[in-house]
């Protein structure tokens, strides 16, 4: 890491004899966006222009290219980090942003996850094994609806409850009277249980929207909210982190819209901008990611670079009930199992409350590795 400077990993695709100038080209493309020849300010040539650190051949035609630009470059403002990271060079359909290492000062900037794996914990009450998850889907069941699925959920000892990400605010289920409802469920499953699951609603629509959400949701009682990144902006991300006072569950919704390498979008944007776990889809399931991206994006998700704290792992997205050993053992006691359709496909509540609690022994049961 050189002092002072966001180093950025890309893969580009190239010849070996256009690398060098393909190189120069997205390092000068990123913050003063003019060749060299044409920078008359001296200001600009010495300060704003980045360095190339190394090159390294991955592949026929596919090359490793890193880059360390000025920390100046970015103002201390989160969006204009996203713009010198990965900014124009993002229409270039030859460049995909695998990696990034941030100096302290941005990280202190940015805040990280403000409560992450230990704080989350502590808001449960639950150490030494992974935390359950399920979710109110499908979008579409009413208020009452919503409200009974969350009691049922609930009162199988489930940790987390939370919204489905399409749940926006929608006439037939608007987003006060569900959180009410849920929160209602979730302290009447209480009695039975001994605990409180936590009921964590989705947030979401434009900076206005989402503060009044975040308003309500707070006199209401609620403890922890999920967003969508890549629908709100990183940006509001962070500044919700900063001032909220409670964790974020965050969910890659549109994050495979870009050319960012999973392990950079969800292990290290979304922790470093302030989600405290960060949803992402399993192996094996019906999304696309192999079992090594989902290693790495846990990986830094619980080992940050720099001075931030460890955030949880989430995974999801066609998990299984009866692949649930294979998942505890190959992402230890810091993950949260989030387990939707193989519960919420049961043909009636008795059989879901008897999934749901099985997900709940397998948790408390499992020997894991560290």
């Given at each position: 890491m ?17 690398l060098?100038a ?32 190394g ?11 890193t880059?360390?630009?000025p920390e ?23 460049v995909?942003l695998e990696d990034l ?6 990280v ?5 996850p403000?409560?992450?794996i230990a704080?989350i914990r ?7 094994r ?13 208020v009452?609806?919503?409200?009974s ?10 940790d987390?409850?939370?919204?489905d990400?399409?749940q926006a ?16 469920a979730?302290?009447?499953?209480a ?10 609603p ?6 206005k929207t ?22 709100i902006?990183l ?16 969910h890659?919704?549109?994050g ?12 290290r944007?979304?922790?470093l901008?302030?989600?405290?776990a ?11 990611f ?12 619980r ?6 704290l460890?955030?949880f792992p989430?995974?999801?997205?066609g998990m ?7 998942v505890?053992g190959f ?23 008897a999934r749901?609690r099985?997900?709940?022994?397998a ?7 560290p």
């Open positions: 050189t002092e002072g400077s966001i180093e950025v990993v890309y893969r580009v695709r190239t010849t070996q004899e256009a060098a393909r190189t120069e080209a997205l390092l000068l493309e990123q913050t003063v966006e003019l060749p060299r020849a044409a920078l008359r300010s001296t200001f600009a040539r010495e300060r704003l222009v980045g360095r190339v650190l090159t390294l051949e991955v592949g026929p035609g596919d090359y490793r290219v880059l360390a630009q100046l470059a970015v103002a201390g403002d989160p969006a204009q980090l996203l713009n010198v990271l990965f900014g124009n060079c993002s229409l270039q359909p030859d995909l290492r941030l100096p302290p000062g941005l202190t900037i940015l805040g990280g403000r409560f992450g704080g502590r808001l449960l009450g639950i150490q030494g992974a935390l359950t998850c399920s979710v109110l889907k499908p979008v579409g069941l009413s009452a609806e919503t409200g699925l969350c009691r049922t959920l609930a009162s199988s000892g489930l987390i409850v939370k919204d990400h399409g605010d929608p006439s037939f289920c608007p987003f006060g009277a569900r959180v009410r409802a849920c929160l209602d979730t302290l009447d499953a009695q039975g249980t001994g605990r409180r699951t936590l009921y964590v989705n947030v979401t629509g434009t900076p989402v503060a009044e959400q975040v308003r309500v949701a707070r006199d209401l009682g609620v403890q922890a909210i999920m967003v969508s990144p890549m629908l902006g940006p509001l991300l962070a500044e919700l982190a900063g001032g909220i006072g409670m964790p974020i569950l965050a890659p919704a549109f495979g819209s870009l050319r960012i390498s999973p392990q950079a979008l969800l292990g944007l979304f922790p901008f302030g989600a405290d960060v949803i992402y889809p399993n192996f094996g399931g019906r999304f696309s192999s079992r090594d991206e989902c290693g790495a994006i846990a990986g830094a998700l080992a940050p670079q720099g001075p931030t460890p955030a989430v995974p999801a997205g299984r009930m009866e692949n649930l050993q294979e505890l992402y230890g006691r810091d993950t949260v199992l989030l387990v939707g359709g193989s519960l919420l496909d049961a043909p009636d509540a008795a059989t879901l409350s749901s099985q997900l709940v022994e948790a408390a049961s499992h020997s894991y590795r």
